[in-house]
């Protein structure tokens, strides 16, 4: 494959580093819903409270960490929709049309 000056992608790196945050954020909303649930749902002590929310969270962290890095790195491969804009539409087809406008001329020679 071709790589253009207008394609990029995300790095692997960035997409760990991304996961990662997005789940110290979404494991810390686990654990809190998951310790107001236990707490005042089920009459817990705060300590079983706070033993179940943490698993739960533990548990949470690993298997979305994993699933988001993919489910990232299959998105980075998806062109649609990332950076075109009017102006690099344009380019694109100006560029085009030079390349098949040399060959033209190319063969005609």
């Known amino acids: 494959m071709v790589k253009s000056k207008y394609q990029k ?7 760990i580093l991304k996961a990662i945050s997005w789940r110290i954020i ?5 654990f809190t819903i998951i310790y107001v ?9 705060s300590s079983n409270a706070f033993q179940l929310a943490s698993a739960a969270a533990g548990v949470d962290v690993v298997a979305k960490l994993v699933l988001y890095y993919f489910h990232e790195r299959l998105w980075t491969n998806i062109y649609w929709g990332k950076y075109w804009t009017r102006k690099a539409w344009r380019r694109k087809y100006r560029d085009m049309h030079r390349k098949l406008e040399k060959s033209k001329a190319h063969q005609k020679d």
């Open 9 to 15: 992608k995300d790095s692997p790196t960035r997409s």
């Open 26 to 30: 979404a494991s810390g909303a686990t």
């Open 37 to 45: 649930i236990a707490k005042y749902s089920t009459h817990k002590t």
